[in-house]
């Protein structure tokens, strides 16, 4: 029986906090100017795309060319998070699928994947700028399983963004939160996930235990 195990990038796969954050920083200097800067909501925001997190903060669409330059330009301070290359080999040793789904255009995406020789790994990807509606839409995983002909009760989506749970209940499926990102445990807990996974090691178990059944 075919199976899937669904990742979002930022934060789950890689953490590129502090690229994403400096980004930001320097697109609304430049363009904005003085003024206090809503990170936090930002990262609230994540998993959308960046153009739809652009406009629900008010920002200038200027501000997304110096964005995505600036990151593209030091990819170099992104880190892939300790332990999550162990579990992606684990699922392919195993046989299921790897797919990925990001609020990242496919550009950026697969420079990243490929600068960190994670590419291998993820079949399919699917990025923001490939659906009509990005996360909390459940479109792109609706994508993933037509992709791989999977059912809705063979597939589970990890995350460590509100969007992320939305969307893999929205599209019926399992859904794993990701503590160690960027939202609160708290306000993940109010998506009501199946689970909430605190570690790498307790997000392995609980990925083994959902393919092994």
């Known amino acids: 029986m075919k199976k899937?195990?669904?990742?979002?990038f930022d934060g789950v796969i890689i953490n590129s906090h502090c690229?994403?954050?400096?980004?930001l920083e320097v697109a609304y200097r430049e363009v904005v100017g003085e003024g206090d800067i809503p990170f936090t909501k930002f990262f609230?925001?994540?998993?959308?795309?960046?153009e739809n997190i652009f406009d629900k903060l008010g920002f200038p669409?200027?501000?997304?060319k110096i964005y995505r330059e600036?990151?593209?330009?030091n990819m170099k301070e992104i880190k892939i998070n300790e332990g999550?290359?162990?579990?992606?080999?684990?699922?392919?040793?195993?046989g299921s699928e790897c797919a990925l789904c990001t609020g990242k255009e496919r550009l950026r995406t697969i420079e990243i994947l490929k600068h960190l020789n994670l590419y291998y790994y993820f079949n399919p990807i699917v990025c923001s700028d490939e659906v009509a509606y990005p996360k909390p839409n459940p479109e792109s995983i609706y994508k993933i399983l037509s992709t791989l002909s999977i059912r809705k009760e063979n597939a589970i989506m990890?995350?460590?963004?509100?969007?992320?749970?939305?969307?893999?209940?929205?599209?019926?499926?399992?859904?794993?939160a990701a503590s160690w990102g960027d939202v609160h445990v708290e306000d993940l807990a109010k998506e009501q996930p199946d689970i909430i996974c605190d570690n790498?090691?307790?997000?392995?178990?609980?990925i083994e235990k959902f393919l092994d059944n």
């Open 84 to 94: 999550i290359e162990n579990i992606l080999q684990t699922i392919k040793k195993i």
């Open 200 to 206: 790498m090691e307790q997000l392995k178990k609980v």
């Open 19 to 23: 690229l994403q954050e400096k980004s």
């Open 158 to 176: 990890i995350g460590d963004g509100c969007n992320d749970i939305k969307a893999a209940k929205s599209a019926g499926i399992g859904s794993i």
């Open 4 to 8: 899937v195990v669904i990742f979002d």
């Open 61 to 64: 669409c200027e501000m997304l």
């Open 44 to 50: 609230e925001l994540s998993g959308d795309s960046l």
């Open 70 to 73: 600036y990151s593209s330009n």
